[in-house]
C-alpha cells in the first residue's frame, strides 16, 4: 500500500472509534494511510470490529475497551496499548458527546440535574483530562508529543439552546488545551484542538442536515475532512503550531446570516 509517510512510524492513540461512519474511524484511516501504527479505545465493544475494518485495509490496529470517564480504565487501556506499540507518539481526544447506542440529551438549565450535569462534563470534558494526564508522562519523558484534542464550534465559538452541560464542557476542552500547551511547549509536545461544525455522521439528524446546507459551503464536511485537519495537527507539519482552535466548518460561523440564500446571500 503506498503510504504519503506524514506520520510514517508514528503510534497514533485514538479515542471514540465505535463507529465506521465516524470522525474516530475516518481520523484512523488518516492515519494509517499516512503511515501510522494504530490504537483505537472505545467503551463499546464495536471497538474491535472497528479495528478489524482497519485491518483489511493494511493497518497495524490494536484495539481497546475502556470507560474513559474512570481512571483506573483509562490507565489499564493505555498500558495495554503501549505493550503493544512500545510509546504513544500522538494522542487524539476524539470520544465524546454520546456513548455509542445512547441518545444525546436535550434539557434546558433550569430543569438539568446535577447528575445531567455532571455526566456532561465527565464525557466532554473528564475524558479528555483522564486520556490526556496518562499519556504525557511518557510524551515528556521522551521530549515529543502532539495531542490533538476534539473540542466543537458549539461552545468556544457559538451555542446552542438545550445544550449548556456540552457548550461548557467543549469550552472547557479549548482552555485545557491551551494550557497543557503551555506546561508542555518546552518539551517538544504541541497541544491543539480542532471545532467542527456540521458533520456528515452516521447520526447527523434532519435539523444538522438543514444547517449544514445553509453553510457558505452548501454542505457538512465528511468525516475524513475532519480526520485529514487531525492527522496535519498530529503530525511535525505542525510542529510550531500550540494552544490553538482550528475550525472546520464550512465559514459557517463567519456568516452573520445563516437561512436559505434566496432570501439574502
Given at each position: 500500500?503506498?503510504?504519503?509517510?506524514?506520520?510514517?512510524?508514528?503510534?497514533?492513540?485514538?479515542?471514540?472509534?465505535?463507529?465506521?461512519?465516524?470522525?474516530?474511524?475516518?481520523?484512523?484511516?488518516?492515519?494509517?494511510?499516512e503511515g501510522a501504527l494504530l490504537a483505537i479505545v472505545d467503551i463499546s465493544?464495536?471497538?474491535?470490529?472497528?479495528?478489524?475494518?482497519?485491518?483489511?485495509?493494511?493497518?497495524?490496529?490494536?484495539?481497546?475497551?475502556?470507560?474513559?470517564?474512570?481512571?483506573?480504565?483509562?490507565?489499564?487501556?493505555?498500558?495495554?496499548?503501549?505493550?503493544?506499540?512500545?510509546?504513544?507518539?500522538?494522542?487524539?481526544?476524539?470520544?465524546?458527546?454520546?456513548?455509542?447506542?445512547?441518545e444525546e440529551d436535550f434539557t434546558d438549565f433550569a430543569h438539568m440535574s446535577?447528575?445531567?450535569?455532571?455526566?456532561?462534563?465527565?464525557?466532554?470534558?473528564?475524558?479528555?483530562?483522564?486520556?490526556?494526564?496518562?499519556?504525557?508522562?511518557?510524551?515528556?519523558?521522551?521530549?515529543?508529543?502532539?495531542?490533538?484534542?476534539?473540542?466543537?464550534?458549539?461552545?468556544?465559538?457559538?451555542?446552542?439552546?438545550?445544550?449548556?452541560?456540552?457548550?461548557?464542557?467543549?469550552?472547557?476542552?479549548?482552555?485545557?488545551?491551551?494550557?497543557?500547551?503551555?506546561?508542555?511547549?518546552?518539551?517538544?509536545?504541541?497541544?491543539?484542538?480542532?471545532?467542527?461544525?456540521?458533520?456528515?455522521?452516521?447520526?447527523?439528524?434532519?435539523?444538522?442536515?438543514?444547517?449544514?446546507?445553509?453553510?457558505?459551503?452548501?454542505?457538512?464536511?465528511?468525516?475524513?475532512?475532519?480526520?485529514?485537519?487531525?492527522?496535519?495537527?498530529?503530525?511535525?507539519?505542525?510542529?510550531?503550531?500550540?494552544?490553538?482552535?482550528?475550525?472546520?466548518?464550512?465559514?459557517?460561523?463567519?456568516?452573520?446570516?445563516?437561512?436559505?440564500?434566496?432570501?439574502?446571500?
Open positions: 500500500m503506498e503510504r504519503n509517510g506524514r506520520v510514517e512510524g508514528k503510534v497514533v492513540l485514538i479515542t471514540g472509534v465505535a463507529k465506521t461512519n465516524s470522525i474516530g474511524f475516518s481520523t484512523a484511516r488518516v492515519f494509517g494511510e465493544p464495536k471497538v474491535h470490529a472497528c479495528a478489524d475494518e482497519l485491518r483489511k485495509e493494511g493497518f497495524t490496529v490494536s484495539s481497546h475497551t475502556s470507560d474513559l470517564t474512570k481512571m483506573d480504565e483509562v490507565q489499564a487501556a493505555v498500558a495495554a496499548a503501549v505493550t503493544c506499540h512500545g510509546r504513544i507518539d500522538v494522542l487524539v481526544n476524539n470520544a465524546g458527546m454520546v456513548i455509542e447506542g445512547m446535577e447528575k445531567d450535569w455532571d455526566f456532561g462534563i465527565a464525557i466532554n470534558l473528564k475524558t479528555q483530562f483522564n486520556v490526556t494526564r496518562t499519556v504525557i508522562g511518557g510524551m515528556i519523558e521522551r521530549g515529543y508529543g502532539r495531542i490533538v484534542n476534539v473540542s466543537s464550534v458549539t461552545g468556544p465559538v457559538v451555542a446552542n439552546p438545550e445544550e449548556a452541560v456540552y457548550c461548557a464542557a467543549k469550552a472547557g476542552v479549548l482552555g485545557m488545551t491551551r494550557g497543557v500547551a503551555l506546561d508542555v511547549a518546552r518539551h517538544g509536545i504541541t497541544v491543539n484542538a480542532v471545532g467542527p461544525g456540521w458533520i456528515n455522521t452516521g447520526s447527523t439528524t434532519e435539523g444538522e442536515r438543514a444547517g449544514a446546507e445553509n453553510t457558505p459551503l452548501g454542505r457538512a464536511a465528511t468525516p475524513a475532512e475532519v480526520g485529514k485537519l487531525i492527522c496535519f495537527l498530529g503530525s511535525d507539519d505542525a510542529s510550531y503550531i500550540t494552544g490553538q482552535l482550528v475550525v472546520i466548518d464550512g465559514g459557517n460561523t463567519i456568516q452573520e446570516y445563516k437561512g436559505p440564500s434566496e432570501l439574502y446571500y
